[in-house]
């Protein structure tokens, strides 16, 4: 085949990259996908050629450039450098991301984000200046204002050829390709470009596309195509109580929204936890005396294992999604039809089915009684009939057999039962997703899920996600009747008493990431019937060595305002804000702070009028202390193996999981000058390392010294290991 065959179809990056700067008059306004699905090879073409020529104008706009993780000191190399050139080998790199990282873009190319990876763009003062800030659910204007005349998107390509799949990132691609058409019409330059990927996941429904979508294919030869493998950060005990926490607000029957990270992993642990093991999940509730100190969870949540199932919608499909679906919990399905999505959530529909339920889809009028070829074709098409079903010359072929097709004869009634009526209701989704990221493993398992399962999962818009406003995919009072009981649990960095939660920047007015989904998801929840929005945070966090509270009285940003106010989630509980007078939202919070903090929150409450003179934090919450949150969970950990630092697997060696905590304490620890000094002088006093420690100082390469500066990196790495336990001490 030539490049020019088709006209759109090209095996190399650089003629692919010419033809779209061509077709723009070298001023390229391109939007690419947040996260996995930009198209690395093209981009990076098109960026080269921009460097090597000033009169192309260059504009990326964008979210989440994906790069490979680097060490900061020199022991955090020491652990990182090994562990990526393992684990990220044959994954290639976006080359704007790195020159943005090195402040190096050349003046010709601009790059704009309305999403950082967090912290990743907290001294750069190019990014800081530039980023968009901006609901998820408003990017596709914002790209439109921003004069976008083009598109990149990575795809997975069909067997026949005939269709491509949006995969990972259908989330604002869907929405903009109509009004990239539109600008087309109106006699505007546009360019639709797509690269093939054979290691993306397929995923059909509304992610699947027509080729000929894209006026420019790139089918890369001879490239290296392995997805970005997003590592994975450890569980520390906090999060799981906070995930503990959250489980106990999941309602049976519900929807489920959640986000990535070690809270939400650690969200996902639990609910698997609570209905695989439910005594033991039950004991955990009363070693902390869960339900009396908060009676709000069984009036909100439940305790019990997933009978009826869970529905998911969430703008980002995380792996305990994937976890969720194999273990029977994500199985709640949910149609395209509002009359049906309430005979189903009205448990009218029997299961197993019977041929009953097409009397109770009689009754609610969506079939008739005599069947017609739209019934017949609806009821293939919700999965009650087999595919094969269709009516000739008026009557209902079922496979060697033609029947009337009538309801109400017996005859005709014990035929379809028979033949044509299947087993279980298939024709829904468990899961409705914008974008997914996450390790090799969570890739390699969407690639193993059979054509049935990857079924069940409907990757589409963020516009139809994120909102309950009407949609080309779906109206709200389908949306509604779908997201019932929903849980929206999100994580945030700080709470203050008023109510209202920092998740995004800081108060100098610094981008930490970005609003993303958040306050949509927040929204909503006050919106929806039953919804309840879940905003998760650690109680505390460690700030130039020392602890902080993360619940502040007040703090000069907010990403979540304080009329949105819900359900705020700490290890040390739950406080159920929605509704209540100042006084009680006010009391609820500091309720769950840690105990070391208490004090100061009331008093500072107390000072602005915000509370009595006279309240005190009741005696049921003023042991909100660490060692409290370890001994609840000593005997379920110890015992039963529950809790581990990595609960769906890791790319991390066992010896690698160790230095990770022995680090991260390291990190901690010597975040001021004074936690330096102690931490130097104890390691410095450390005696001679023993077997223990031997293979993590071969990892490390520290086993023979070879100067000051090594002997003291071996002695802090001994401190360290020691100090976590991962070794004995000597």
């Given at each position: 085949m030539t490049e020019e065959r088709t006209g759109a179809h090209f095996r190399q990056a650089e003629r692919c990259a010419e033809e779209l700067i061509r077709r723009l008059d070298g001023d390229v306004r391109i939007a690419l996908p947040l996260g996995l699905g930009k198209p690395v090879h093209l981009i990076n073409a098109l960026y080269r050629r921009a460097c090597e020529d000033p009169k192309i104008r260059l504009h990326i706009m964008t979210a989440l450039s994906l790069e490979k993780p680097g060490g900061g000191n020199s022991l955090q190399k020491r652990l990182m450098e090994p562990f990526v050139e393992r684990?990220?080998?044959?994954?290639?790199?976006?080359?704007?991301?790195?020159?943005?990282?090195?402040?190096?873009?050349?003046?010709?190319?601009?790059?704009?984000?309305?999403?950082?990876?967090?912290?990743?763009?907290l001294g750069?003062?190019?990014?800081?200046?530039?980023?968009?800030?901006?609901?998820?659910?408003?990017?596709?204007?914002?790209?439109?204002?921003?004069?976008?005349?083009?598109?990149?998107?990575?795809?997975?390509?069909?067997?026949?050829?005939?269709?491509?799949?949006?995969?990972?990132?259908?989330?604002?691609?869907?929405?903009?390709?109509?009004?990239?058409r539109k600008q087309r019409e109106s006699g505007q330059a546009v360019v639709i470009a797509g690269e093939l990927n054979p290691e993306l996941p397929w995923f059909g429904n509304d992610a699947a596309l027509d080729r000929d979508t894209f006026d420019l294919v790139l089918e890369p030869h001879n490239q290296p195509m392995r997805l970005f493998p997003v590592p994975d950060l450890p569980v520390e005990p906090a999060d799981y109580l906070i995930g503990f926490y959250a489980a106990n607000l999941v309602r049976d029957g519900g929807t489920l929204q959640v986000g990535i990270g070690a809270l939400g992993s650690a969200v996902v642990y639990n609910i698997l936890f609570r209905h695989r093991d439910n005594g033991l999940f039950n004991e955990l509730s009363r070693r902390l005396d869960a339900h009396s100190r908060f009676p709000e969870l069984a009036a909100i949540g439940g305790s019990g294992r997933f009978e009826e199932g869970l529905y998911g919608c969430s703008e980002m499909m995380v792996e305990g999604f994937l976890h969720l679906y194999q273990a029977g919990i994500?199985?709640?399905?949910?149609?395209?039809?509002?009359?049906?999505?309430?005979?189903?959530?009205?448990?009218?529909?029997?299961?197993?089915?019977?041929?009953?339920?097409?009397?109770?889809?009689?009754?609610?009028?969506?079939?008739?009684?005599?069947?017609?070829?739209?019934?017949?074709?609806?009821l293939v098409r919700f999965g009650f009939l087999d595919d094969a079903c269709e009516l000739k010359g008026g009557r209902l072929a079922l496979g060697d057999e033609a029947v009337r097709p009538d309801l109400g004869d017996e005859k005709a009634r014990a035929?379809?039962?028979?033949?044509?009526?299947?087993?279980?209701?298939?024709?829904?989704?468990?899961?409705?997703?914008?974008?997914?990221?996450?390790?090799?493993?969570?890739?390699?398992?969407?690639?193993?899920?059979?054509?049935?399962?990857?079924?069940r999962f409907d990757m589409t818009s963020v516009g139809f996600v994120n909102h309950l406003y009407d949609h080309p995919l779906g109206d709200q009072a389908l949306k509604t009747a779908q997201r019932r009981r929903s849980r929206f649990i999100n994580s945030v960095m700080m709470q203050t008493l008023n109510g209202a939660a920092v998740s995004d920047g800081l108060e100098d007015g610094r981008v930490v990431s970005g609003v993303g989904g958040q306050y949509n998801f927040v929204a909503m929840a006050h919106e929806l019937p039953e919804g309840r929005s879940i905003l998760t945070l650690r109680a505390t966090r460690i700030s130039a060595g020392r602890p902080e509270s993360n619940i502040r009285f007040s703090y000069g940003h907010c990403t979540i305002p304080r009329h949105?106010?819900?359900?705020?989630?700490?290890?040390?509980?739950?406080?159920?804000?929605?509704?209540?007078?100042?006084?009680?939202?006010?009391?609820?919070?500091?309720?769950?702070?840690?105990?070391?903090?208490?004090?100061?929150?009331?008093?500072?409450a107390k000072k602005a009028g915000k509370i009595p003179k006279d309240w005190k934090v009741p005696r049921a919450h003023r042991n909100n202390y660490p060692q409290r949150i370890a001994e609840a969970m000593a005997p379920l950990r110890d015992h039963h193996q529950l809790f581990p630092a990595f609960p769906f697997g890791t790319d991390f060696t066992e010896v690698e999981q160790g230095l990770v905590q022995a680090l991260q304490w390291l990190r901690d620890a010597t975040g001021s000058r004074r936690g330096l000094l102690a931490v130097l002088w104890r390691a410095l006093r450390q005696s001679a390392p023993g077997a223990a420690e031997r293979p993590a100082l071969e990892?490390?390469?520290?086993?023979?010294?070879?100067?000051?500066?090594?002997?003291?990196?071996?002695?802090?790495?001994?401190h360290a290991l020691r100090v976590t336990g991962v070794t004995r001490t000597q």
């Amino acid at each position: 085949m030539t490049e020019e065959r088709t006209g759109a179809h090209f095996r190399q990056a650089e003629r692919c990259a010419e033809e779209l700067i061509r077709r723009l008059d070298g001023d390229v306004r391109i939007a690419l996908p947040l996260g996995l699905g930009k198209p690395v090879h093209l981009i990076n073409a098109l960026y080269r050629r921009a460097c090597e020529d000033p009169k192309i104008r260059l504009h990326i706009m964008t979210a989440l450039s994906l790069e490979k993780p680097g060490g900061g000191n020199s022991l955090q190399k020491r652990l990182m450098e090994p562990f990526v050139e393992r684990v990220f080998e044959g994954v290639p790199e976006l080359a704007y991301a790195q020159a943005v990282s090195r402040g190096e873009l050349p003046d010709n190319v601009t790059v704009t984000e309305f999403f950082f990876k967090a912290g990743s763009r907290l001294g750069n003062p190019d990014q800081q200046q530039r980023v968009v800030l901006t609901n998820y659910t408003h990017v596709v204007r914002d790209l439109l204002a921003l004069g976008v005349n083009a598109v990149g998107q990575m795809l997975a390509p069909d067997d026949e050829g005939h269709q491509v799949s949006l995969s990972c990132n259908p989330d604002l691609t869907l929405d903009i390709l109509p009004e990239l058409r539109k600008q087309r019409e109106s006699g505007q330059a546009v360019v639709i470009a797509g690269e093939l990927n054979p290691e993306l996941p397929w995923f059909g429904n509304d992610a699947a596309l027509d080729r000929d979508t894209f006026d420019l294919v790139l089918e890369p030869h001879n490239q290296p195509m392995r997805l970005f493998p997003v590592p994975d950060l450890p569980v520390e005990p906090a999060d799981y109580l906070i995930g503990f926490y959250a489980a106990n607000l999941v309602r049976d029957g519900g929807t489920l929204q959640v986000g990535i990270g070690a809270l939400g992993s650690a969200v996902v642990y639990n609910i698997l936890f609570r209905h695989r093991d439910n005594g033991l999940f039950n004991e955990l509730s009363r070693r902390l005396d869960a339900h009396s100190r908060f009676p709000e969870l069984a009036a909100i949540g439940g305790s019990g294992r997933f009978e009826e199932g869970l529905y998911g919608c969430s703008e980002m499909m995380v792996e305990g999604f994937l976890h969720l679906y194999q273990a029977g919990i994500l199985k709640r399905q949910v149609v395209a039809d509002r009359a049906l999505q309430q005979l189903l959530d009205d448990g009218v529909i029997p299961d197993p089915l019977d041929i009953s339920a097409l009397d109770r889809l009689c009754e609610a009028g969506c079939i008739e009684t005599v069947l017609k070829a739209r019934d017949v074709q609806w009821l293939v098409r919700f999965g009650f009939l087999d595919d094969a079903c269709e009516l000739k010359g008026g009557r209902l072929a079922l496979g060697d057999e033609a029947v009337r097709p009538d309801l109400g004869d017996e005859k005709a009634r014990a035929l379809i039962e028979q033949y044509a009526l299947k087993e279980q209701l298939d024709g829904g989704v468990v899961m409705h997703g914008g974008f997914f990221l996450g390790p090799e493993r969570f890739y390699q398992g969407l690639r193993e899920l059979d054509d049935a399962q990857r079924a069940r999962f409907d990757m589409t818009s963020v516009g139809f996600v994120n909102h309950l406003y009407d949609h080309p995919l779906g109206d709200q009072a389908l949306k509604t009747a779908q997201r019932r009981r929903s849980r929206f649990i999100n994580s945030v960095m700080m709470q203050t008493l008023n109510g209202a939660a920092v998740s995004d920047g800081l108060e100098d007015g610094r981008v930490v990431s970005g609003v993303g989904g958040q306050y949509n998801f927040v929204a909503m929840a006050h919106e929806l019937p039953e919804g309840r929005s879940i905003l998760t945070l650690r109680a505390t966090r460690i700030s130039a060595g020392r602890p902080e509270s993360n619940i502040r009285f007040s703090y000069g940003h907010c990403t979540i305002p304080r009329h949105l106010r819900d359900i705020v989630v700490t290890e040390y509980g739950v406080a159920d804000v929605r509704g209540q007078p100042d006084v009680e939202v006010y009391k609820r919070l500091i309720c769950i702070a840690d105990s070391r903090f208490q004090n100061e929150l009331m008093r500072e409450a107390k000072k602005a009028g915000k509370i009595p003179k006279d309240w005190k934090v009741p005696r049921a919450h003023r042991n909100n202390y660490p060692q409290r949150i370890a001994e609840a969970m000593a005997p379920l950990r110890d015992h039963h193996q529950l809790f581990p630092a990595f609960p769906f697997g890791t790319d991390f060696t066992e010896v690698e999981q160790g230095l990770v905590q022995a680090l991260q304490w390291l990190r901690d620890a010597t975040g001021s000058r004074r936690g330096l000094l102690a931490v130097l002088w104890r390691a410095l006093r450390q005696s001679a390392p023993g077997a223990a420690e031997r293979p993590a100082l071969e990892r490390m390469g520290l086993t023979q010294p070879g100067g000051w500066r090594e002997r003291l990196e071996q002695r802090l790495v001994i401190h360290a290991l020691r100090v976590t336990g991962v070794t004995r001490t000597q």
